[in-house]
């Protein structure tokens, strides 16, 4: 890694901590009305789609457990993941941390999946990847997935969620380790991953 590439991760890093810092301070619940919804509609390609996860948004959309979303531009979102799982299950992702405290802010990019993409995002600090499923009928994108930056606010143990054998100790700031499916080929007619 350069310096150049250091110098950004360090900047974008403080930044997430201290809005994370911000966000953690608003009432349980606020995040919808801040504009980060659960459950979030994206148009790609001409079609709408959720981010693949169980029907949990407001009118059963699907989406990751604790995430909440808020649209930048056509291909970038913001998100804030909370300690949260599926049907409100507490304490989802981390055993340490509080039911329902914010973990990560997240960075999200729309793209395809390609072997030098893959390394172009992962030396970004994109290593995760996710499905994005058809609102209409639930199929995978054929060629396009969500590449994710998680951004920790605090120290916690990342020991739950859907890969509990991918466990490890979170630091506040860039975390390489959440889930780092990243250098997997996409194969858009193969079960999600579920996070």
């Known amino acids: 890694m350069n310096k150049k ?6 900047s974008v890093a403080t930044l997430a901590v201290i809005v994370g810092m911000i966000l953690a301070a608003l009432p349980a619940g606020a995040q919808e009305n801040e504009g980060f919804v659960h459950g979030i509609r994206l148009t790609v390609d001409g079609e709408d789609y959720y981010l693949a996860g169980p029907p949990e948004g407001p009118n059963g959309e699907s989406d990751l457990p ?15 993941h909370y300690n949260t799982g599926p049907g409100g299950a507490a304490q989802w992702w981390s ?9 990560y802010v997240v960075n999200a990019v729309i793209d395809t999946w390609t072997p030098q993409k893959a390394a172009w995002y992962a030396s ?7 499905e994005l499923a058809s609102a209409e009928d ?10 994710l930056r998680h951004i920790a606010v605090s ?6 969620g859907p890969h509990p054998e991918l466990a490890y100790e979170a630091t506040p700031g ?12 996409y194969v858009p007619d193969a079960e999600g991953d579920d996070a």
């Open 5 to 10: 590439n250091l110098a950004i991760w360090m």
């Open 66 to 80: 604790g995430h909440y979303w808020t649209q930048l531009t056509p291909t970038e979102l913001l998100g804030l």
């Open 95 to 103: 055993s340490d941390a509080p039911d329902g405290e914010l973990l």
């Open 124 to 130: 970004q600090g994109f290593v995760h990847y996710h």
């Open 138 to 147: 639930g199929s995978l994108h054929p060629d396009k997935v969500v590449w």
């Open 155 to 160: 120290s916690f143990t990342l020991d739950g």
């Open 174 to 185: 860039l975390n390489l380790n959440f889930i780092p499916n990243g250098m997997m080929p």
